[in-house]
C-alpha cells in the first residue's frame, strides 16, 4: 500500500461511511481515484467495513472466551466459531492449546446456549472460561489500531471525523432492532459500505427512509461500524493477550496506563481470576519484553500477569481472515437459519 492507500483506509477508520466525494475533497484528490483505490482495496481483500449489533446498548453481557483443546482441533473449533456472527476476534495461543474468542450475542439465551450446552459437548474441548467485560479502558472503535495515525494532517483528521455518523453515550437503548432490520442489518455486515440506494432497492424502500433507520440505530447505540484491516496491509505484527491481577484500588488508574500506550488497542476490566486484560502489538518480541520490563513495572498494585502469544488469527471484528487477507463475506452462522 502507498501513501494514499494509506490516507484512503485511515479515512474510513474516522468515518466508516464517508463519501468519496468529501474523501476526495479532504485528501485533495479526484473523487474517481479515491474510489477505485478503495474498491480495489477491498476486493483484494485488505480492508473491510461491517455493521455490528452492540449487546451492551440491549442489556447484554459482553464476554472474552477462553476455551482450552487439544491443538489438531483449534482450527476446525476457531473456524466453526468464525462464522457466527455473535462471534468476534476468533484467535489460537499458545501452539494451539487455547482458542479466545469475543462473545456479542444480542440474546442472553444464545450466551447461555453456547456456553453452556455446545461447547461443553465438544469432545476436543477441555475448558471453557468466560470473563465478564465490566468496563472497556480503549477498544471497540473503528481506530482503535493506529498506525496509520500520522497519514493525515490533524485538520484532515477532523474534517473526516465530523462526517461520522454520532454515536451513543453510552446510554441502554429503549428499543432494539426490529425484525424488518435484519435484511438492512444482514447487508451492511457483508459491506457496511453499501450506497443506501441499492439499501433502499434491496428492502423495497426509500433511500431516505433507510438512511434514518441506519443513523438512528447508530446514534441509539445498538448498531455500530467497524473497519478490519488485513495483516497484508498493516505488516505483521505480533499480538500477545495479557491477562492480570491487580488490587481494586489500583484498577482504573492501571486501566488508563495501558490505554494511553501506543501499542495496546484494547484493554478491558473483566471478571474471573484476572480482573484485567489487554492487547499488544508489537514488531517484535522483544518489544512485548520491553513492555514488560518498563510499563507493566512502573505500573502499581500489579499482583500477577499472564502473556498469552498469539499463534494465528481466525477472524477479526467482522472479517474472518484467509491467510494474510480478509476473506470475501459470507452469510453468517444465526439461530434459526
Known sequence: MDRLDEQIARSVQLSPRVPFSRMAEVLGVAEQTVARRYRR???????????????????????????RCRPEHADAIGEALARREDVSWVSIHSGGWEVAFNLRAVREADTEELLTRLLPRVAPVSSVSPYAILHTFVGGASTDWEGWRDTLTRDQATALRETAAPAAAGAAATTGPTPEDRVLLDALARDGRTSYATLARVMGSTAGRVTRRVEALVRSGVAYFDVDIAPAATGQHHWTTLWMTVEPRHLQEVGQILARHPDVPFAAAVTGPANLTANITTSSLDAVYRFVTTTLAQAPGITGYELVPLTRRTKYAGAQISGDRLAPPSVPVRRGR
Do not use: C, F, M, Y
Open 41 to 67: 482495496l477491498r476486493r483484494e481483500g485488505l480492508i473491510r467495513v461491517t455493521l455490528s449489533l452492540d449487546p451492551r446498548a440491549l442489556g447484554v453481557t459482553v464476554w472474552s472466551i477462553r476455551v
